[in-house]
């Protein structure tokens, strides 16, 4: 019992890290629509300005620091790039997005290199908070909760309480017609991709000690986040929200529950013995199909809602 | 930037524009003066909608745009709105999601007077749409169209503009409903706001415009008052009536 609460409260944890992607990128997507390739960079490159901010002076000055330093680097990246593709066309802007990707890669590789870097929970948080028969949470945990916790309040605030989050409510539906009633609407693009990747290089901030800090992980988190907001359907909050959540938690029962499929399916096939075709699903855990579970659940929901689970949009 | 306060506050010269490669807007010339009422009719197609975005600079555009004297030249849409010209879109295009109040909060821009010197305020517009008053914190998108348009335009009016930009403010709505707006329209512009109509109805176009321009392939190919156009009946069969 224990054991489940923990894997429930992780899937929550890592879905809630996944939300505070997902809602910059969904934003930014209704908003500019621009799917944001490069959306993983950000986060990517979060992580790694917190561990050199870290490792010249502490974790709780890069927590500040490195968002904030990512969320300019995206302004100017809208300011001075997507804007002057923007004329092109969204072709355009999302070919400009891929390349931004790998240019952030390479320019990674060459700074850091390829080792994973040595990016580690903060001394003062690295101990247990609590401990439930044999197993413990991290006070680190309860701070990356707490943090994402408060990210998800203010967003919801801001946006529906603020006349900002007016404006950006207004811009996801018309914003040629927000900008001609005298609204400065590029501006407000600029903030808020600026604020949304800002939200991911925190969640880099916060998630880059914890998971891993290495070159790989734009592309790995890319592919996640894709997948989660065309479940929870383009241009969709609330959507991203539910699919960043389920998606946290699925895949954290998954391996949690080192169950055989083959138990699963067929109870006492593994232990029979059974030779034939197929008979490695016999021994295929769910725990290997966790990463293949995102996917299923993309391809199954696109053939049946293809606008995703809360999508308004159908083009 | 050279300012001319005799001259109308809205004058197109030669305005050219393009939908992606389709040049839509031939040369059009078009003024508008301070506190009067001007339709611009045609049938569709023949570039109305474009011309009002054109004003609003959305879409490329070459030739001259002034606004109260003042050469738009580049400007942004949201500088040639703060101009002074609230902009009412076809198909109302309000904004889902945010309430009724909340779509007419939005309408306030910059440039608006400071809130004791407005002369439309929110209480301004729900005593002349009182439907608008009963629905305040309903969502936007649940309206009638006849209730969205009066949103359209109630949001139009909140930062007090000179000029009202109104594009196809009837399409799709009952005729009832049709001669209410054109009252509407004629209650603003009595109240010294000038009024651009774009329309194709002809009937309110004539009731409540003081001076009419038919347009036809992407050029202006009348101008003159309802009484000139109804004793030109060649200018409406060739390019009014269906």
């Given at each position: 019992m224990e054991y489940l609460a923990f894997a429930l409260v992780n899937g929550l944890l890592y879905g809630m890290l996944l939300f505070m992607l997902a809602s910059g990128l969904t934003l930014i997507f209704s908003m500019m629509g621009v799917l944001n390739f490069a959306h993983g960079s950000f986060y990517m490159l979060g992580a790694y300005f917190a561990y050199q901010i870290g490792a010249m002076g502490s974790f709780w000055v890069a927590l500040f620091v490195a968002p904030v330093l990512v969320g300019v680097i995206g302004m100017a990246v809208e300011r001075y790039g997507l804007r002057v593709v923007h004329k092109h066309g969204h072709v355009a802007e999302l070919l400009f997005t891929f390349g931004l990707a790998y240019l952030i890669e390479e320019v990674v590789l060459m700074v850091w290199g390829r080792q994973p870097m040595p990016y580690r929970v903060p001394e003062a948080l690295n101990f247990p908070l609590f401990t439930l028969g044999e197993v413990s949470f991290s006070a680190y945990r309860g701070?990356?909760?707490?943090?994402?916790?408060?990210?998800?309040?203010?967003?919801?605030?801001?946006?529906?309480?603020?006349?900002?989050?007016?404006?950006?409510?207004?811009?996801?539906?018309?914003?040629?017609?927000?900008?001609?009633?005298?609204?400065?609407v590029p501006r407000l693009f600029m903030l808020v991709f600026g604020g949304g990747v800002a939200l991911a290089g925190l969640a880099g901030v916060i998630g880059g000690n914890f998971l891993i800090t290495e070159p790989g992980m734009a592309h790995h988190v890319g592919t996640i986040l894709f997948v989660i907001v065309v479940i929870g359907g383009l241009g969709s909050l609330a959507g991203a929200f539910i699919a960043s959540v389920g998606i946290g938690i699925l895949q954290t029962l998954m391996v949690a529950y080192d169950l055989r499929l083959a138990d699963v399916l067929v109870p006492g096939l593994a232990e029979s013995g059974y030779r034939g075709p197929f008979q490695e699903i016999t021994t295929m855990t769910l725990a290997n199909l966790g990463p293949v579970m995102p996917y299923l659940l993309l391809v199954v929901l696109m053939a049946l809602r293809p606008r995703g689970l809360l999508g308004k949009r159908d083009h | 930037m050279i300012r001319d306060s005799a001259a109308p506050f809205?004058?197109?010269?030669?305005?050219?524009?393009w939908y992606g490669l389709s040049h839509i807007l031939q040369g059009v010339d078009l003024e508008v003066s301070r506190g009067e009422v001007v339709a611009v009719l045609g049938r569709n197609g023949v570039g109305r909608s474009t011309m009002c975005k054109a004003i609003m600079g959305i879409v490329t555009r070459s030739g001259s745009v002034r606004v109260d004297g003042v050469e738009m030249g580049a400007a942004k849409p949201h500088q040639i709105a703060q101009r002074g010209i609230g902009y009412v879109p076809e198909e109302r295009a309000v904004f889902p999601g945010l309430s009724v109040e909340q779509n007419l909060l939005l309408g306030i821009n910059r440039s608006a007077p400071p809130p004791a010197e407005r002369r439309w305020t929110l209480a301004t517009i729900y005593e002349m749409f009182p439907n608008l008053l009963r629905r305040r914190d309903q969502a936007a998108e649940v309206l009638s169209g006849g209730e969205q348009q009066m949103l359209a335009i109630g949001r139009a009016l909140?930062?007090?503009?000179?000029?009202?930009?109104?594009?196809?403010?009837?399409?799709?709505?009952?005729?009832?409903?049709?001669?209410?707006?054109?009252?509407?329209?004629?209650?603003?512009?009595?109240?010294?706001?000038?009024?651009?109509?774009?329309?194709?109805?002809?009937?309110?176009?004539?009731?409540?415009?003081?001076?009419?321009?038919?347009?036809?392939?992407?050029?202006?190919?009348?101008?003159?008052?309802?009484?000139?156009?109804?004793?030109?009946?060649?200018?409406?069969?060739?390019?009014?009536?269906?």
């Open positions: 701070f990356m909760f707490l943090i994402a916790l408060a990210i998800f309040v203010v967003l919801i605030v801001i946006l529906r309480k603020t006349r900002l989050g007016m404006l950006v409510q207004a811009a996801l539906s018309h914003p040629d017609v927000l900008w001609s009633l005298g609204h400065d | 809205l004058a197109l010269e030669g305005v050219h524009a909140m930062s007090d503009p000179a000029l009202l930009v109104v594009d196809e403010p009837t399409e799709g709505l009952a005729p009832l409903i049709v001669e209410q707006v054109g009252d509407l329209l004629a209650e603003i512009a009595a109240r010294d706001v000038a009024v651009l109509l774009v329309e194709q109805k002809l009937t309110i176009a004539m009731r409540i415009a003081q001076r009419v321009y038919v347009m036809g392939q992407g050029r202006v190919v009348f101008g003159g008052t309802p009484d000139a156009l109804r004793a030109a009946p060649d200018v409406r069969g060739a390019w009014l009536e269906v």
